[in-house]
């Protein structure tokens, strides 16, 4: 399995930006779909986005759809989360996840997870 360590987290006002990272290690990233996915206290970890190993494909919630675009590098091993125009409902935890070669949005699919990444958006 990949192992990830994402990055980029942090306290931003409402209406603001952050660019959340995650470097892989271990495996052959460009075998692996990439996603992130996030939980709030007291809910269910949640799908965000997802990528597909090339990354011609994305897929996003709707809930972030328009605000949120996801980006892999694949020779730097590195996946990226650009997220604007920041709601406070955006609070969470912010995982990234890698599965083998099939693109999904669900949780259960996906084989490897970071440890997270905390984002807080004040009103």
């Known amino acids: 399995q990949v192992q990830l360590v994402e990055s980029g987290g942090g306290l931003v006002q409402a209406g603001g930006s952050l660019r959340l990272s995650c470097a892989a290690s271990?495996?052959?990233?460009?075998?692996?779909?990439m996603g992130w996915f996030r939980q709030a206290p007291g809910k269910e970890r949640e799908f965000v986005a997802a990528?597909?190993?090339?990354?011609?494909?994305?897929f996003y919630a709707d809930s972030v759809k328009g605000r949120f675009t996801i980006s892999r590098r694949n020779a730097q091993n590195t996946v990226y989360l650009q997220m604007d125009s920041l709601k406070a409902e955006d609070t969470a935890v912010y995982y990234c996840?890698?599965?083998?070669?099939?693109?999904?949005?669900?949780?259960?699919?996906?084989?490897?997870w970071g440890q997270g990444t905390q984002v807080t958006v004040s009103s």
């Open positions: 990528i597909s190993r090339s990354g011609s494909s994305t």
């Open positions: 996840a890698a599965r083998w070669w099939i693109v999904s949005t669900s949780v259960p699919d996906f084989d490897s």
């Open positions: 271990g495996g052959t990233f460009s075998n692996y779909v």
